[in-house]
């Protein structure tokens, strides 16, 4: 497979680019165009998605924002012209900062040219051929080939996970992470996993990480302390106080060791159970903006999908 991003001139103001993915339509397709997805890997430069909202229909809209820097935000916004799942997609685009000379067209079209490998033709055309120049010198083909980098390596991650939970993770306001998971379990067996030392340290680590240290006092006051063993051998550790402690919601306060998330957070974990199914939902506050894209952006949801797939075993 060929794993390059190539560029070409077409006519005088478009732009195509071209590149293979070892996945299927149909996954590549997810990829592009689901809102909680496409923050994972639309990055690049250390410039994280804050903002993606999309109405994948035709005539609907999307609104996609990039902090590029602790207080510069670069943000885009459009309207989707053709939907053709999973085939061909086309919008129109703006940049809240017009650097592109106007509104710019880009159709993305999959074609499957041997079993899990795509070739993905973006057709970008500008309403100039000044402006075509201009956004071909930018440097935007090392960024978008850094994007697509990330996205190759979480195509295969998606496949377990897509098919077997609806695990959630995506930012929400300017400053939280909200991931959502459902179990096939009662509330109070859910709860005991998230609150009893024996059975967090069942499912809490993983073999890349397992757990060295697992302790928790499950009371308003009670304090609790993981300590994780990376592949290196270093160790991360992740200590906290519980606020509130009832069947329905935790709250906690909580920074790692070593910080690097900018000082400590504020966890509130709640429970709700329907038709014995348990929905767990975990809102994490951070202290600031960019520490919560930081963290967005650290691939931790991949670590936490697995954490989740680990107590799904369990209950």
């Not at 000044?130 to 697509?148: I, K, V």
């Not at 990376?230 to 709250?251: C, E, F, N, V």
């Amino acid at each position: 497979m060929l794993a390059t991003l190539d560029m070409a001139l077409s006519g005088d103001t478009d732009l195509v680019l071209t590149r293979h993915f070892n996945a299927s339509p149909a996954l590549l397709w997810r990829a592009l165009t689901d809102p909680l997805i496409l923050p994972r890997w639309q990055w690049a430069n250390d410039w994280p998605m804050v903002t993606c909202e999309m109405d994948v229909t035709v005539g609907g809209r999307f609104r996609w924002v990039w902090r590029t820097a602790p207080d510069r935000m670069m943000g885009v916004r459009g309207r989707f012209l053709t939907v053709d799942a999973p085939r061909c997609l086309t919008h129109i685009e703006t940049f809240d900062e017009d650097w592109t000379g106007g509104e710019t067209t880009v159709t993305q079209t999959l074609t499957e040219t041997a079993p899990q490998t795509t070739r993905l033709t973006m057709t970008v055309h500008y309403s100039t051929a000044e402006a075509r120049t201009a956004a071909a010198a930018s440097g935007m083909l090392p960024g978008m080939e850094d994007a697509y980098a990330k996205l190759d390596a979480l195509l295969p991650r998606l496949i377990p996970e897509l098919g077997r939970s609806d695990f959630r993770i995506i930012g929400t306001g300017d400053r939280q992470i909200t991931v959502t998971r459902s179990f096939a379990a009662a509330k109070s067996a859910v709860f005991r996993a998230h609150t009893e030392a024996a059975l967090l340290a069942r499912w809490m680590g993983s073999a890349d990480m397992p757990f060295a240290v697992c302790e928790m006092d499950p009371r308003p006051g009670g304090q609790y302390r993981y300590v994780w063993v990376m592949q290196d051998g270093t160790r991360i550790a992740l200590s906290g106080t519980i606020q509130t402690l009832t069947p329905d919601r935790i709250t906690a306060v909580e920074v790692f060791d070593p910080d690097w998330t900018g000082g400590p957070a504020t966890v509130e974990t709640t429970f709700t159970e329907t038709a014995g199914r348990t929905t767990v939902q975990v809102t994490i506050t951070y202290t600031t903006a960019p520490a919560r894209d930081q963290v967005l952006a650290s691939g931790m949801g991949e670590g936490m999908a697995g954490s989740y797939d680990l107590l799904d075993t369990l209950l």
